[in-house]
């Protein structure tokens, strides 16, 4: 699995937060050879992410929240265990909370959007899911990254 996009709201300390993995455009002179998807040359995705910074800035709770997301696609107890973790992560208890996570799985190139979300508590102590909701789409062989995704929210939004 590689992971392509996050978007995260309330949960620790995210709010409204976006990380992007991928490359809008070619890059001149990179620094890393063979930043795309083997197979799918025109879908470029970052191969390294380095993440650093001030203690609490929220490093591990990203890593976190993206090994909760593993758990969760493994299915099992792992799942219902890593369903209780995202709950308690919930910041602000009286707003709605999201996960939502899009990364393509190599061996059929394929694109997903898979996402979670958390109903504010009213008066509960934790908050409870409401909706997973997940798409995917084939990557062909002449989709960018930015194609692939456009293709992606058509599937995603038509499900709604």
């Known amino acids: 699995m590689l992971f392509t996009k ?8 995210f709010t409204n937060t976006c990380i992007d993995f991928t490359y809008r ?11 795309f ?3 799918r040359e025109k879908f ?14 929220g490093k591990t709770s990203l890593g976190r929240l993206m090994c909760y997301f593993q758990n969760v696609l493994d299915g099992g107890h ?39 979300r958390f109903l504010k508590s009213d008066g509960a ?3 409870r899911m409401i909706a997973v909701r997940c798409a995917s789409v084939a990557i062909s062989t002449s989709d960018s990254n930015t194609i692939a995704r456009q293709k992606l929210e058509a599937v995603f939004d038509a499900e709604d």
């Open 6 to 13: 996050l978007e995260i709201d309330n949960l620790y300390g």
């Open 25 to 35: 455009r070619k890059l001149i002179n990179p620094s890393i050879l063979d930043e």
């Open 37 to 39: 998807l083997p197979g």
């Open 44 to 57: 470029k995705v970052k191969r390294v992410c380095i993440f650093s910074g001030a203690n609490a800035s």
């Open 78 to 116: 792992r799942a219902t265990s890593a369903i209780e973790n995202l709950k308690s992560a919930v910041a602000d208890k009286t707003r709605d909370a999201a996960l939502c996570i899009e990364f393509v799985t190599e061996s059929d190139y394929k694109l997903h959007k898979f996402r979670l």
């Open 125 to 127: 102590e934790e908050p």
